[in-house]
């Protein structure tokens, strides 16, 4: 037997179940609707499975009914503006700061994610970047990440937050800070 079977027969297997439901969270999140909230809920309580199986999905229950509320606040009143005197942000608007890591980098730096007005900006010591948001594509979350493609599709920035909720915000205030085509 080799290492990789050892692993694989030692690792617990997910839950049918649990992944069934997984899917049909991902896709409530990409439409915030906040009746899909009671559903999804109504539906991990039918599984009886016990809380500590669950806790992780309780997590991204709280997450969805979060971004769903944050969503329809923004269509009213639109993005909000947050005070920080982290100096790389200048005089600009902020509308979004966490504690984020870059994974996928060498050292898997940790640091600031901050969204302003002009640009998505990640400060974690050599390894920060900054770019304008015109030359940002498309924004996704996966799990507790954002992810941002550059328009040229020549790379991808993911950004690991501390919870689902951060996530789900970051990915939703970064759709609304890309420019859309035909959008002045």
């Not at 409530?28 to 609707?33: P, R, T």
Request: aromatic share 6%.
């Amino acid at each position: 037997m080799g290492l990789w079977d050892w692993v694989r027969r030692r690792a617990p297997r997910e839950d049918a179940r649990l992944r069934d439901w997984k899917r049909e969270w991902t896709a409530a999140a990409l439409d915030l609707d906040s009746a899909a909230v009671e559903t999804l809920r109504s539906r991990l309580n039918a599984l009886g499975l016990p809380e500590d199986d669950v806790e992780i999905e309780r997590e991204m229950l709280d997450a969805l009914e979060d971004a769903a509320a944050f969503s329809s606040e923004i269509a009213r009143t639109g993005l909000p503006v947050i005070e920080t005197g982290h100096r790389i942000v200048a005089h600009e608007p902020c509308h979004f700061t966490v504690s984020a890591s870059m994974p996928d980098e060498p050292g898997q730096p940790g640091g600031r994610l901050l969204f302003t007005s002009r640009r998505v900006i990640f400060a974690g010591g050599p390894h920060s970047l900054s770019s304008a948001w015109h030359m940002i594509g498309e924004a996704a979350h996966d799990a507790r990440d954002v992810v941002l493609v550059r328009t040229m599709r020549d790379r991808i920035y993911r950004f690991q937050c501390n919870s689902f909720s951060d996530a789900l915000r970051g990915a939703l205030i970064a759709r609304e800070l890309i420019p859309r085509k035909g959008k002045l």
